[in-house]
């Protein structure tokens, strides 16, 4: 999905909008940088989605791994 011309105007006018201190060149690029993260996410949940994930794919006996009773830093020296 491409972010359209209108879009881009009605993004950038509600962040003007909102009384944000900042420039038009900085509400312009955050409306860019948003869109993009939309259209990433979006090609993301569609790969997901024709992926055929195990009904058992990190299920509650899959997570339970218990307790660690060590120190992860033992022996370490600076």
């Known amino acids: 999905m491409t972010i359209t011309s ?3 105007k009605a993004d950038i006018g509600m962040r ?6 900042m ?11 948003r869109a993009a993260r939309k259209e990433s ?9 024709e992926v ?6 990190l299920s509650q006996s899959e997570r339970h791994q218990g307790e660690q009773d ?7 020296e600076e």
Not at 25 to 33: D, F, T, W, Y
Not at 41 to 49: H, P, R
Request: glycine share 8%; charged share 25%.
């Open 52 to 57: 055929d994930v195990p009904a058992d794919f």
């Open 70 to 76: 060590r120190d992860p830093f033992a022996g370490w």
């Open 41 to 49: 996410l979006e090609g993301c949940f569609a790969a997901l989605a």
């Open 6 to 8: 209108t879009e881009l």
């Open 23 to 33: 420039t038009l060149e900085e509400a312009r690029a955050e409306s860019l940088a």
């Open 16 to 21: 003007l909008a909102k009384g944000a201190n």
